[in-house]
């Protein structure tokens, strides 16, 4: 009779996360307009999905839109009046959402975009295109809070912010990275690698072979 309680305790105790989640800031309630009540985005509207992706890359956007080094009429009228805590608590809040599992899609996507995802366009020049994986990671799935996933993420969007690096409009990569990315990619590159992103699967199973995407030509 002894351990009983001992039991009940630690019962509760691993019970504990799945009965009290952590309550969204009040500020979420606009966010949720355009990414959804789940972060998971918007994809038919071109809103990108938040779930998942690391609170101080979230935290650094909304810092970014307030202070006008990445432009939004939306974003920047929501981000104005947030406070540093409330940025801080709203990147946390969509870092901890779940994003669902999936296959990636089978066969993977081929073509120019995937051929400049995964191999960049060096065209035989010291000057010519990285690949996007090598900052973005494996299949897009993100590498810390300065290179956010891309995998599932819409494609519109991707496009819209390849084409904001292009004109300068959005400037907060470090070292200027992105900027000097997409200031080599023609629109028909920037189409063609935002669609190859957006067929990804956002939390992928399982990552595919090296190779796997040979057939990208």
């Not at 972060?39 to 890359?57: D, E, K, W």
Request: with cysteine; glycine share 10%; net charge positive.
């Amino acid at each position: 009779m002894a351990r009983r309680p001992r039991r009940i305790l630690a019962t509760i105790i691993l019970a504990g996360p799945c009965i009290a989640a952590a309550a969204p800031p009040p500020q979420v309630a606009s966010c949720a307009a355009c990414h959804g009540a789940n972060g998971l985005g918007n994809a038919a509207a071109g809103f990108p999905a938040l779930a998942g992706l690391p609170a101080p890359y979230i935290e650094q956007q909304l810092y970014s839109f307030k202070h006008g080094t990445r432009v939004n009429a939306i974003m920047t009228g929501i981000a104005t009046s947030l406070t540093s805590a409330q940025r801080t608590a709203i990147g946390q809040y969509y870092a901890a959402l779940k994003v669902p599992a999936a296959p990636e899609p089978n066969p993977l996507p081929t073509g120019p975009g995937a051929t400049l995802a995964l191999n960049g366009a060096w065209n035989h020049q010291l000057t010519g295109l990285p690949s996007c994986a090598s900052c973005h990671g494996p299949y897009g799935i993100g590498v810390g809070a300065q290179f956010p996933r891309l995998a599932g993420q819409p494609k519109q969007y991707l496009a819209a912010q390849l084409t904001d690096w292009q004109k300068h409009s959005r400037k907060n990569d470090p070292l200027h990275l992105m900027r000097n990315v997409a200031g080599k990619l023609s629109n028909t590159q920037i189409e063609a690698v935002a669609a190859y992103y957006a067929a990804l699967a956002a939390n992928p199973t399982a990552l595919p072979e090296p190779g796997a995407a040979k057939g990208a030509k």
